[in-house]
């Protein structure tokens, strides 16, 4: 069983960054690809970004895509997620997931953190 603790989430001004993180509690993190989904209020869980094993590919959702960066340090067992020129519409609930390959389906995902509140203001 592996448990994802999500941190880094907060409100920011439009234009802002944040950097997300999402901790591990298994050592055998490393043989898992990582993703980030967000969810806003009302709305489908939207896939954002998702990296292998590896970190040698990371892959992004489009709307994302050129703002955010997935990194992972598979020593610590950390997910990262670096959010720069933040919108408005970036505003949701963000979760990370762990799965045996990346993927932006959300149930290829095994195993979820509990999620963290970001809000852009405009």
């Known amino acids: 069983q592996v448990q994802l603790v999500e941190s880094g989430g907060g409100l920011v001004q439009a234009g802002g960054s944040l950097r997300l993180s999402c901790a591990a509690s298994?050592?055998?993190?490393?043989?898992?690809?990582m993703g980030w989904f967000r969810q806003a209020p009302g709305k489908e869980r939207e896939f954002v970004a998702a990296i292998t094993w590896s970190g040698g590919s990371t892959y992004y959702g489009d709307s994302v895509r050129g703002r955010f960066t997935i990194s992972r340090e598979n020593a610590k067992s950390t997910v990262a997620l670096q959010m720069n020129s933040l919108k408005p519409e970036d505003t949701a609930v963000y979760y990370c997931a762990a799965g045996i390959r990346p993927s932006a389906a959300a149930n290829e995902y095994d195993y979820w953190g509990q999620g963290t509140q970001v809000t852009v203001s405009s």
């Open positions: 298994e050592r055998t993190f490393m043989n898992f690809a």
